[in-house]
């Protein structure tokens, strides 16, 4: 990792992107500890990355014995909310890649966010040392849509075991005023096509709060939690995005959201052939999904 004055000298160098935020790579560490580092760096114009990752636990022939990655879903899960460089270090043939997969298009071309993930500042200014192993990180995602951007937040959120309320005065960017928003857990097996939206999505405003938890870890494995935060547009629906990746709204993937009277049309690019799948809620609190397939130029649309 980088010092301070390495990340303010790239100030001077235009062809520095991205600077690493993390410890080196060891199997096991806590290299994924990211989210204060990437404060600076971030508001220096640069991407934060971490160091590469093991997909799977062991490795074989591995250099470093037998060593033990516990967490490789929260490995992946940081890397790709850094936005910068997503690294994988698996032997050949010993990749995950339906892990993998998570944080990209069936090209590989990496769904980000807008901007990277980096500490909460309101329970980033409340932690002692007691809670010092506790994360709250924000980032968001904007999506072109008719009279501006539509704003999507994710809260990832990492071995948070004791309470701690999310309001909307407490995400970044400040949401838009008259805004109505929602939100869900990542994977949450009620989150599915057919079912009722009322267990998944949950009303978000100054007097509903997130409160945010996970479980608490034990000496190996780190719990961690995504909550995604959804407008509610014009026409009553709210779009959950590809719930199959972990930044579920990337303006990558996202070109245009667009309500309409009854519903809602969304434009969607990626690489030829790839079937993209996107969830809906409806204003009847009814969860829609639909897909398209990705033509010869590279887009598609969805209307529901």
């Known amino acids: 990792m980088g010092l301070p004055s390495d990340f303010m000298t790239a100030l001077t160098l235009p062809s520095v992107t991205n600077a690493r935020a993390s410890e080196d ?4 560490s806590g290299h994924w500890f990211i989210g204060h580092t990437s404060m600076l760096i971030s508001a220096l114009g640069l991407n934060p990355f971490k160091d590469n990752f093991w997909t799977n636990s062991t490795q ?9 990655e516990w967490n490789p879903a929260l490995q992946a899960v940081v890397s790709v909310f850094s936005a910068g460089p997503v690294g994988i270090s698996d032997s050949i043939g010993a990749t995950d890649a339906t892990l993998i997969m998570r944080t990209c298009m069936a090209d590989g ?3 980000k966010p807008s901007k990277a993930a980096t500490s909460f500042d309101p329970y980033f200014l409340t932690q002692t040392w007691s809670d010092s192993q506790s994360h709250i990180w924000n980032t ?3 999506i072109p849509s008719q009279s501006g951007s539509l ?3 994710e809260l990832l959120c990492i071995n948070m075991y004791t309470v701690f309320n999310v309001l909307p005065h407490h995400v970044w960017p400040v949401a838009p005023t008259g805004m109505k928003y929602a939100y869900f857990t990542w994977g949450d097996p009620q989150c599915t096509n057919g079912a009722s939206a009322t267990p998944c999505l949950q009303p978000f405003s100054e007097t509903t709060p997130i409160g945010v938890q996970t479980d608490r870890s034990n000496a190996t494995i780190v ?3 995504i909550i995604v935060i959804a407008p509610v547009l014009s026409s009553g629906w709210t779009v959950l995005g590809e719930v199959d990746k972990f930044v ?5 993937r996202f070109a245009q959201i667009l309500p309409t009277a009854t519903g809602v049309s969304v434009d969607v690019v990626g690489s030829p052939s790839e079937v993209v799948s996107v969830l809906f809620a409806s204003p009847q609190q009814k969860l829609v999904q639909a897909s398209v397939t990705i033509s010869g130029d590279g887009t598609g649309s969805i209307t529901v």
């Open 223 to 225: 719990p961690f939690k």
């Open 109 to 111: 071309t990496l769904l």
């Open 60 to 68: 074989p022939d591995s250099t470093y014995g037998s060593s033990i």
């Open 151 to 153: 704003l999507f937040f």
């Open 140 to 142: 968001h995602s904007w």
């Open 248 to 252: 579920t709204t990337s303006p990558k």
């Open 25 to 28: 790579n060891f199997p096991g």
